[in-house]
């Protein structure tokens, strides 16, 4: 299989068509943003890890049942992936406060939620991303109600299976991002990535942090930190 032309290039990875009309070529990079890009730093090594450990997770999600774009890492900082029309929207699923939501609701971070709570940005640049609700995105005309209902019927199936992944490997799973595609067929898959980018991940015994909140918030070097993500994976 041979990469094609460059559909697109974001803030840490580029997307090319193959010459398989359905499956696309990703290729991440060593480039880290916070702050919806305010921040930006070229790290090297961090392509790679993504994209390993991004691999590692779809895997085993797959043998969860759990329906994504993944298909295969193609070499250390590439994968293949099924194409499919990703949906305007960033689903947050958050087990314990931390972060923006700490913030927004005056909720200490590290205090458990009662629930997992699914919520809905809506992913425009231009507009910083806004926390919508369902009846916005139907406004918005980005889902269908029962699309809605999918998304997070989803979310909440990552959620779990996630949670007892890294609990097996002594990470708290805090809170996560993902965003999902329909195919031709109108099927809802997971997409994009799941990495220490895309997570809040703590160390389940010392609580440090295992996630890029090391870079959004100047607590140290993030490649050592992503690498211990990856070896507590793969062991």
Known sequence: MEKTELLYEGKAKKLYKTDQEDILWVEYLDQATALNGAKKDAISGKGELNNQITSLIFEKLKRAGIPSHFIEKRSKTEQLVKSVAIIPLEVVVRNTAAGSFSKRLGIPEGTALAFPIVEFYYKDDALDDPFINDDHVRVLDIATTAEIS???????????????????????????????????????????????????????????????????RDLGDLVPVYQEVLQRLAD
């Open 150 to 216: 999918r998304i997070k019927e989803l979310a909440y199936a990552v959620n779990q299976a996630l949670l007892t992944l890294f609990a097996e490997v002594g990470i708290q799973l805090i809170d996560f991002k993902i965003e999902v595609g329909r195919t031709k067929t109108g099927d809802i898959l997971l997409a994009d990535e799941i990495s220490p980018d895309t997570c809040r991940l703590w160390d389940l015994h010392t609580k440090e942090h295992l996630d890029k909140d090391i870079y959004r």
